[in-house]
């Protein structure tokens, strides 16, 4: 709730403001891939909708799936 707070609910890849907060992703910026730290950094968090979520995030996740379980 903080990330969505401080980003006043608004969408970090398309911009649209939605209060509904069902429809709001706490997003890493930054895959983590297991590091703590960077999974509770504020700084690599953001606000995206779920559609953005879902159509852009999850495209460049799947982009990197060689990449799964490589914590280096």
Request: charged share 30%; aromatic share 6%; proline share 1%.
């Amino acid at each position: 709730m903080e990330v969505l707070t401080r980003d006043l609910f608004t969408c970090q890849m398309c911009t649209r403001s939605e209060y509904r907060t069902n429809l709001l992703v706490c997003d890493h910026i930054k895959p983590h891939r297991g590091d703590e730290t960077l999974f509770w950094d504020m700084s690599n968090l953001q606000c995206v909708c779920k559609s953005c979520h879902d159509k852009h995030k999850q495209r460049d996740e799947q982009g990197s799936l060689h990449m799964r379980g490589v914590w280096d």
